[in-house]
């Protein structure tokens, strides 16, 4: 049987993770740099980026959260005021040492005046904003103070991957004093809940939420709190974090406040990211291998109009027809903002049609001098195969691209959550635990069973022995999970709950 043809080689059955790097290639999406381990992110990706930031902008700023922005810098000092925090990041941190170059003996420039202290290129700015807030906060009066930035942060990954793991990435990053525990605790399991309606609601991306063990908490925090999602080859990503830094930076920056009571106490704080992580996220979870599959409501253009022009045709006059589609769509309000519409009248046959399925474009359409004597237009859904078009009449069209985008946003969601189900097992023998993440493929040795819950006695010992066989991770401690009594895992002691074990980028 002759083998379909695709646009992406290899596929995903063939080659996951070469898969993956191919589909940021062919959607115009991302490239590497001349700098290791760094991105250079592209029109189209970067537009992706830009709406991703401008809903959770929005969603911050209801719950009354303001943009600040930090230095880039942050003296070395700071960071050995809080130890947990700096031995978690201390192999990852870039560090600034000389503040100009000069020629050396063989013309070349090198390093000279070295810093009286050394400056780390920040990898998270819980420090350097800590040290802000110790001045900005005097009394209770002054609570809670919410600020959020986005910025660039830089961790010096050995093993990089465009979008999901890279030595400089984009994020934002949420910092919260409050006056109490319960407070702090509350904006943390808020900013959570925005990461959800995030990724479910935009990116069309199931997620679970929960808590990390203490072994994957954020260095510092008393709580940390996820968001995971699948991928297709059923491992688990990290989608976004919340944590609960209780009073652990407060204490180490001077964050203190005067109580109305007037005694003195330290303020407990937050912080809460995602990052540009999201968009790795995204491809591996709607992907083909004909290309990437954007969710509508964050693609950077949700209509692409492709002109059919004939030599010895009237093709102003088709260029007219579509223009003024293009005209009435973007009249078209889709939740809350206007349709976006491309128009590419690029002469290159059939090679045009591909570029946009493979950069994932929603809802294509092409226009030729046969639909505009029916007053139609002939298009494809990204979410369906490609060879399924269909005609439609340019009225109705209009009329229901808000339905036909919605109805796409909705059925990679639910193919998502399909995917995620049918790849989720509850495990209670060892055996069968082993066999779920074996690979069963020598070709393919990333790809195993998916997301097992399983009983966990709550010993770090049984978590490492796990994660040191089988290189799973417990990736958290479910929000929705309810009390069960069992028998953990792995040495077989009394569980009151059953926790998510998977493989994880």
């Given at each position: 049987?002759?083998?379909?043809?695709?646009?992406?080689?290899?596929?995903?059955?063939?080659?996951?993770?070469?898969?993956?790097?191919?589909?940021?290639?062919?959607?115009?999406?991302?490239?590497?740099?001349?700098?290791?381990?760094?991105?250079?992110?592209?029109?189209?990706?970067?537009?992706?980026?830009?709406?991703?930031?401008?809903?959770?902008?929005?969603?911050?700023?209801?719950?009354?959260?303001?943009?600040?922005?930090?230095?880039?810098?942050?003296?070395?000092?700071?960071?050995?005021?809080?130890?947990?925090?700096?031995?978690?990041?201390?192999?990852?941190?870039?560090?600034?040492?000389?503040?100009?170059?000069?020629?050396?003996?063989?013309?070349?420039?090198?390093?000279?005046?070295?810093?009286?202290?050394?400056?780390?290129?920040?990898?998270?700015?819980?420090?350097?904003?800590?040290?802000?807030?110790?001045?900005?906060?005097?009394?209770?009066?002054?609570?809670?103070?919410?600020?959020?930035?986005?910025?660039?942060?830089?961790?010096?990954?050995?093993?990089?991957?465009?979008?999901?793991?890279?030595?400089?990435?984009?994020?934002?990053?949420?910092?919260?004093?409050?006056?109490?525990?319960?407070?702090?605790?509350?904006r943390t399991l808020m900013m959570l809940d925005l990461y959800k309606r995030m990724a479910e609601e935009y990116l069309a991306m199931p997620v679970l939420t929960g808590e990390k063990t203490p072994s994957e908490r954020f260095p510092g925090a008393e709580t940390t709190?996820?968001?995971?999602?699948?991928?297709?080859?059923?491992?688990?990503?990290?989608?976004?974090?919340?944590?609960?830094?209780?009073?652990?930076?407060?204490?180490?920056?001077?964050?203190?406040?005067?109580?109305?009571?007037?005694?003195?106490?330290?303020?407990?704080?937050?912080?809460?990211?995602?990052?540009?992580?999201?968009?790795?996220?995204?491809?591996?979870?709607?992907?083909?291998?004909?290309?990437?599959?954007?969710?509508?409501?964050?693609?950077?253009?949700?209509?692409?109009?492709?002109?059919?022009?004939?030599?010895?045709?009237?093709?102003?006059?088709?260029?007219?027809?579509?223009?003024?589609?293009?005209?009435?769509?973007?009249?078209?309000?889709?939740?809350?903002?206007?349709?976006?519409?491309?128009?590419?009248?690029?002469?290159?046959?059939?090679?045009?049609?591909?570029?946009?399925?493979?950069?994932?474009?929603?809802?294509?359409?092409?226009?030729?001098?046969?639909?505009?004597?029916?007053?139609?237009?002939?298009?494809?859904?990204?979410?369906?195969?490609?060879?399924?078009?269909?005609?439609?009449?340019?009225?109705?069209?209009?009329?229901?691209?808000?339905?036909?985008?919605?109805?796409?946003?909705?059925?990679?969601?639910?193919?998502?959550?399909?995917?995620?189900?049918?790849?989720?097992?509850?495990?209670?023998?060892?055996?069968?635990?082993?066999?779920?993440?074996?690979?069963?493929?020598?070709?393919?040795?990333?790809?195993?069973?998916?997301?097992?819950?399983?009983?966990?006695?709550?010993?770090?010992?049984?978590?490492?022995?796990?994660?040191?066989?089988?290189?799973?991770?417990?990736?958290?401690?479910?929000?929705?999970?309810?009390?069960?009594?069992?028998?953990?895992?792995?040495?077989?002691?009394?569980?009151?709950?059953?926790?998510?074990?998977?493989?994880?980028?």
């Amino acid at each position: 049987m002759k083998q379909e043809q695709t646009a992406i080689h290899p596929t995903r059955s063939e080659n996951y993770p070469q898969w993956y790097q191919e589909v940021i290639k062919a959607s115009d999406m991302a490239e590497i740099s001349p700098v290791r381990g760094c991105m250079v992110i592209k029109p189209w990706g970067y537009a992706l980026w830009e709406n991703i930031v401008r809903i959770l902008d929005g969603m911050f700023k209801e719950t009354g959260v303001k943009n600040a922005y930090f230095p880039l810098f942050i003296p070395i000092s700071f960071l050995e005021k809080e130890a947990e925090h700096v031995e978690g990041f201390a192999k990852e941190c870039a560090v600034v040492t000389h503040h100009k170059l000069e020629k050396g003996e063989t013309g070349g420039l090198v390093p000279a005046g070295k810093l009286t202290e050394p400056l780390i290129v920040r990898p998270t700015s819980e420090t350097i904003i800590g040290d802000a807030f110790s001045r900005w906060i005097k009394s209770y009066r002054d609570l809670p103070v919410l600020i959020n930035q986005w910025a660039n942060v830089v961790r010096w990954e050995m093993r990089t991957r465009i979008f999901l793991r890279t030595s400089e990435f984009l994020w934002q990053e949420g910092h919260t004093v409050h006056a109490t525990s319960q407070e702090a605790m509350e904006r943390t399991l808020m900013m959570l809940d925005l990461y959800k309606r995030m990724a479910e609601e935009y990116l069309a991306m199931p997620v679970l939420t929960g808590e990390k063990t203490p072994s994957e908490r954020f260095p510092g925090a008393e709580t940390t709190t996820c968001i995971e999602a699948m991928m297709q080859d059923r491992k688990a990503l990290q989608a976004g974090t919340s944590h609960f830094l209780g009073q652990n930076f407060a204490m180490a920056s001077g964050i203190r406040f005067q109580t109305a009571e007037e005694t003195e106490e330290y303020g407990w704080t937050t912080s809460w990211g995602v990052s540009t992580r999201l968009i790795g996220g995204l491809i591996m979870i709607h992907g083909d291998d004909n290309g990437i599959i954007l969710p509508p409501r964050v693609a950077p253009a949700q209509v692409v109009l492709l002109p059919i022009l004939r030599p010895g045709r009237a093709q102003q006059t088709v260029m007219d027809y579509t223009h003024e589609l293009a005209a009435r769509l973007r009249q078209v309000s889709y939740h809350g903002n206007p349709v976006r519409v491309e128009i590419d009248d690029r002469d290159i046959g059939g090679a045009r049609n591909w570029d946009w399925i493979k950069k994932g474009i929603p809802v294509y359409v092409e226009i030729g001098p046969k639909d505009m004597e029916k007053d139609s237009v002939f298009l494809g859904r990204r979410d369906q195969d490609y060879k399924k078009r269909f005609s439609m009449s340019r009225d109705r069209f209009v009329n229901e691209i808000g339905m036909i985008l919605d109805d796409i946003q909705k059925s990679l969601f639910h193919r998502a959550l399909s995917f995620r189900k049918e790849h989720t097992r509850e495990i209670d023998d060892i055996d069968s635990f082993n066999a779920f993440f074996t690979p069963k493929d020598s070709e393919q040795p990333e790809i195993h069973g998916g997301f097992a819950l399983s009983h966990w006695c709550g010993s770090p010992d049984c978590e490492q022995r796990i994660k040191e066989r089988l290189n799973v991770t417990i990736r958290c401690i479910p929000f929705d999970g309810s009390p069960e009594a069992g028998a953990c895992i792995e040495c077989g002691k009394p569980s009151v709950k059953r926790v998510v074990f998977a493989k994880a980028y």
